[in-house]
């Protein structure tokens, strides 16, 4: 096996961008004040990325999958996430027996 130098440096400098993105962002969140909006807004920012993730793979697979996605996103709202999650896969597991 032999390394490539232009796939090492760039692996080298995807590395260096994102360890400069998380320690600049550690280095402005402890330097800014944030108001209730702003720390509301800061709290949305996780789950609408992990949504953004999560749904073309949903949509894009089959019914069953569209389903236990749409069930735990909707748990989710009211359950705890261990209990969403299990929700979540006994509907894909449901589905998938009976379909």
Request: hydrophobic share 65%; glycine share 8%; with cysteine.
């Amino acid at each position: 096996m032999t390394l490539d130098p232009s796939a090492f440096a760039a692996i080298l400098a995807m590395a260096c961008a994102t360890v400069f993105t998380r320690l600049s962002g550690l280095y402005l969140m402890g330097r800014l004040r944030l108001g209730p909006r702003g720390s509301k807004l800061l709290g949305a920012v996780p789950p609408a990325v992990l949504m953004a993730l999560v749904a073309p793979v949903a949509l894009a697979t089959g019914l069953p999958e569209t389903a236990a996605a749409a069930v735990t996103a909707l748990a989710a709202l009211r359950l705890p996430l261990l209990a969403a999650t299990a929700l979540g896969v006994a509907t894909a597991a449901l589905m998938r027996f009976f379909l």
